[in-house]
């Protein structure tokens, strides 16, 4: 699948511009602050619905306006699509794919396909548990809008039964149990889809690490909730056995809210013990993966968006990755432009203070 325009209006730095796009490799380059990155935050908000980086969808809209309003062009291998999101200051949103409004946000999902690259992602491998959880969510949402509506559900549950656990009068057992029941429920479904997703990863994801370093990455799903049968009633015993340690705690100690990912790198903890190196090649393995997983999938590669990803791989990762993506739909920002050994099917654009200038 690839995109074929954009055009922005009001949106961030820009005021009116238009872009037509290659369905193999863009190369956006400029300085610092000129709009790179804005362009990939617009097609990323087409693909999950919010930007990856913005808290709130006001900080889009360009100062002093009203309303941004943002059109893209994309196709898969059967049809083409045209979307419009029109975001407002008062926080109303709405899009249209092909003249038709969406209901909600997720259905985006089923249309466009995208993986974003960028250097905070380095905290997949670094950070707290809830950043890996944020991308193992985020990608199975992409394939499975039901694993979204899970997903949902069992937060709504889960601040339910923390404020009955708070308010320790009102914590009585039947009560939690009944949340507990919610909680198995929809956490039951969404330990099965970590689990499965967990299992692509490593797979995809091992495949390059070995390619790029020779080295053994391993990616294992490590729940919070250990059951040798996943399913709604297990995890609600388990759930329910552990209440007094819960009430006694005054929160929710167990469930999916508190799993993880473990990854090792020839077997010793990649959080602990991974190079910088290293876990640059793990990020970009995972990144490379997430794409295999969701052509697995759909049977089409998703477009990809690499942000200023490029100057911070050495010589040997940034030729393995030209070559990964030289057959699909890519987006490379960088502040300058050799950085990819681009072919005659690359498009260049120039990005100077919201105007963007095809070279
Ligand atoms: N809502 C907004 N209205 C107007 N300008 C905005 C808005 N939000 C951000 N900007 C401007 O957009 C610019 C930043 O754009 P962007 O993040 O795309 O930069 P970049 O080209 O990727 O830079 P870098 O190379 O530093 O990553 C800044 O000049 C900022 O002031
Ligand atoms: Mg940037």
Known sequence: MYISSLSLKNFRNYIDQRAEFSPLTNVIYGNNAQG????????YLFSQGRSHRAKTDRELIRFGEERARL??????????????MLLEKNGRKSIQVNHIQ???????????????????????????????????????????????SALNDYKKA??????????????????????????????????????????????????TQNEISGEKLEITYAPSVRLEDVCVD???????????????????????????LRMTINGADARLYGSQGQQRTATLAMKMALSEYIHHIKGEYPVL?????????????RRYLAEKIRD???????????????????SVFRVVNGEIFKE
């Open 71 to 84: 059109d893209i062009e994309f196709r898969d291998a059967q049809r083409g699509y045209k979307a419009v």
């Open 328 to 346: 699909k739909q890519v987006f490379i920002t960088s502040t300058d432009t050799d950085l990819t050994g681009s072919t005659g099917s690359t």
């Open 158 to 207: 889960l601040i339910q039964k923390n404020s009955l656990l708070k308010d320790r009068k009102a914590a009585d057992r039947a009560m939690i149990s009944v949340w507990n029941e919610q909680l198995a429920e929809n956490g039951a479904k969404i330990m099965m889809e970590r689990s499965r997703f967990a299992e692509m990863l490593n797979k995809f994801a091992s495949e």
């Open 234 to 260: 297990a995890f609600m015993e388990y759930l329910d056995a552990r209440m007094t340690r819960e009430i006694e705690f005054a929160s929710a100690m167990f469930g999916v809210q508190r799993d993880d």
């Open 102 to 148: 969406l209901t909600k946000l997720s259905m985006l999902m089923n249309y466009l396909n995208i993986v974003m690259f960028s250097p905070e992602d380095l905290n997949l491998i670094k950070g707290s548990p809830s950043s890996r959880r944020r991308f193992t969510d985020a990608a199975i949402s992409q394939l499975y809008p039901s694993y979204l």
């Open 36 to 43: 790179k990155t804005n362009i990939l935050e617009a097609l």
């Open 305 to 317: 968006l690499l942000d200023d990803i490029m100057s911070e791989l050495d010589i040997t990762r």
